[in-house]
């Protein structure tokens, strides 16, 4: 086990961008989730009826999540990630998987304070995973900690040991292989994980033939989450095209200047079609500015933005 960790960490920078310093160790730990199900058969003897109950592993696997009942998962551990971002790992039973879909995400909650009652207040946030949702015994949550966000800063406070509650999954987009011709991608900061989830998706299947553009804008190239990790996937993979842009470029940048343009959608997306999808994801100022933010009760909403005037329907994006 230690020499996976230690592998882990010599890794990290090709496989997910870390930064790593003397103080962030990694010693995650590959454990995972449950299958089997339970069916019944009975049978008669003589003249009694006689029932009995047999675990069947093939009938109906177990997951790990709980989609109505909160569940605690353990911090196996975590490490930087960026210079405002860190990647958590949580354990589980080593037989069975998370239970995700592609694409959904999971619901985390921490106590805040008690009411008048006595009773527990929690900060509620959803977050997708970055693991591979076959992955059996853990999943791996990358979050920006941002200095007054109550959740992120409790997620950083974590040792080791701690445990989250979590509920989920909570499907968002249900992806099908060659659903599309070409899907294409509109991501800022941490608006990264769903598209992630679905690069790999698509990536590890080789039946899988879709075309994927991804636009990923950030701040500045030190905020550009998980860069090493994705441009290992463009260059081994012909299907896969992204293209970054920042708001603040330093003098060796040699990637897009500014907010997602017009003509950055146009050059790197494709064009509206039946056969093509973009999907949408990041702060409210990009949502607004691309596609327009989803409605109030959390469904589609109204498409706008950049992506509207370009001609693009409503059926032809999705607002994660």
């Known amino acids: 086990m230690a020499m996976f960790f230690k592998r882990l960490a010599k890794s990290a920078p090709i496989a997910f961008g870390f930064q790593s310093n003397s103080k962030s160790r990694i010693t995650f730990g590959a454990l995972a989730a449950i299958s ?20 069947n592993e093939d009938a109906a696997p177990k997951v790990a999540l709980n989609p109505d009942k909160w569940i605690e998962f353990k911090l196996q551990d975590k490490v930087q990630a960026s210079h405002n971002s860190q990647l958590f790992r949580f354990s589980f039973d080593p037989n069975v998987k998370l239970g995700l879909y592609v694409a959904s995400c999971l619901i985390t909650r921490a106590p805040k304070e008690q009411d008048a009652e ?23 949550l990358l ?3 941002y200095p007054d966000g109550k959740m992120s800063q409790h997620f950083a406070s974590l040792k080791p040991g701690d445990v989250v509650e979590v509920k989920g999954p909570i499907e968002k987009l249900r992806y099908s292989p060659n659903m599309k011709k070409h899907i294409g991608m509109i991501a800022g900061g941490t608006g ?3 598209m992630l989830q679905i690069i790999n998706a698509i990536l590890k299947n080789p039946d899988d033939n879709t075309q994927v553009s991804l636009l990923y804008a950030n701040v500045s190239p030190d905020d550009i989450l998980l860069k090493n990790k994705l441009d290992v996937l463009a260059a ?18 040699r ?16 064009s509206p079609s039946d056969d093509t999808i973009i999907l949408v994801c990041g702060p409210p100022g990009l949502m607004k500015h691309i596609s327009g933010d989803k409605a109030k009760d959390r469904s589609q909403g109204e498409l706008s933005g950049i992506l509207k005037e370009l001609g693009y329907a409503e059926d032809m994006v999705y607002k994660f």
Not at 236 to 253: A, E
């Open 36 to 55: 089997g199900g339970i069916s019944s058969y009975y049978y008669f003897s003589s003249q009694n009826l006689v029932y009995a109950d047999q675990l």
């Open 236 to 253: 081994t993979h012909p299907n896969l095209k992204i293209y970054y842009t920042v708001d603040n470029p330093t003098k060796d940048w």
């Open 255 to 270: 990637g897009g200047s500014g907010y997602i343009s017009k003509d950055m959608v146009v050059k790197g997306l494709p």
């Open 143 to 145: 979050i920006k900690v």
């Open 118 to 140: 006595g009773k527990t207040k929690y900060i509620i946030r959803p977050y997708t995973p970055i693991s591979d949702p076959d992955a059996k015994g853990y999943f791996d």
């Open 192 to 194: 990264i994980t769903p």
